[in-house]
């Protein structure tokens, strides 16, 4: 069992949905939540990361952890064009570890 | 722009040889990891070194070596390269050694022909 998993999509939706990207892990010992943005052709770029379960909220987008499930979710209010991207989970302990991640989810909002 | 910057963008080579892929990573970060990300794999933790230290490892072959040098830049190496090491290779950064938080250069993409 992989300690990530990530349905990869692709997902494709009208601008002005919600978005919904979802992660489940396997490891309890992971505390910290990390959500990544690649764009085709780029390196990823940290969008945003929450500790332990709970939501937390930035602009458009929120994170929301479960760890009684071992869930992650990562919501994106009011999609745009610009939001199209592949968006990767990467969850990490607390202790000393390297950063996994998850396979992405590739998504694409049309105008 | 990440602050990273990798070196080669492109790179063809053939079966058999060996690359060297360099980074430099944002001033200040201590941290440097290398990532692999290929279409069936994903993006795969190759290893990480903190101001000069190797500090973790992932599932980097054993054809595969990199090291960290005093001013902080690094590069990967790969020998006795093999079809299926055609990839993306990622370099990041880090100010800390135990952080989420990480800072992606473009990549080097390599492709073994």
């Known amino acids: 069992q992989k300690e990530v998993e990530q349905d990869p999509g692709p997902l494709s939706v009208p601008e002005g949905a919600i978005v919904s990207l979802n992660c489940t892990y396997s490891?309890?010992?992971?505390?910290?939540f990390m959500w990544y943005r690649q764009y085709s052709r780029k390196g990823p770029e940290l969008l945003m990361y929450?500790?332990?379960?709970g939501n937390k909220e930035d602009g458009r987008f929120t994170a929301q952890v479960d760890k009684s499930s071992k869930y992650i979710s990562l919501f994106i209010r009011d999609s745009q064009p610009s939001d199209s991207a592949t968006y990767l989970c990467?969850?990490?302990?607390?202790?000393?570890?390297?950063?996994?991640f998850g396979a992405g989810t590739r998504l694409a909002v049309h105008p | 722009d990440s602050g990273v910057t990798q070196t080669p963008k492109h790179l063809i080579t053939a079966t058999g040889q060996r690359v060297t892929l360099r980074c430099s990573p944002r001033?200040?970060?201590?941290?440097v990891y290398w990532y692999q990300q290929s279409l069936d794999q994903g993006l795969q933790f190759l290893i990480q070194?903190?101001?000069?230290?190797?500090?973790a490892k992932g599932n980097i072959l054993e054809r595969f070596s990199a090291q960290q040098f005093p001013d902080l830049h690094s590069e990967l190496n790969l020998s006795s390269l093999e079809l299926g090491d055609s990839a993306l290779y990622f370099c990041a950064s880090s100010v800390g050694e135990n952080t989420g938080e990480l800072f992606f250069g473009e990549g080097s993409r390599l492709t073994v022909l």
């Open positions: 990467a969850p990490l302990s607390g202790g000393y570890n390297k950063l996994i």
């Open positions: 070194y903190y101001n000069g230290e190797e500090r």
């Open positions: 490891n309890s010992a992971f505390q910290y």
């Open positions: 929450t500790y332990s379960s």
């Open positions: 001033s200040g970060d201590l941290s």
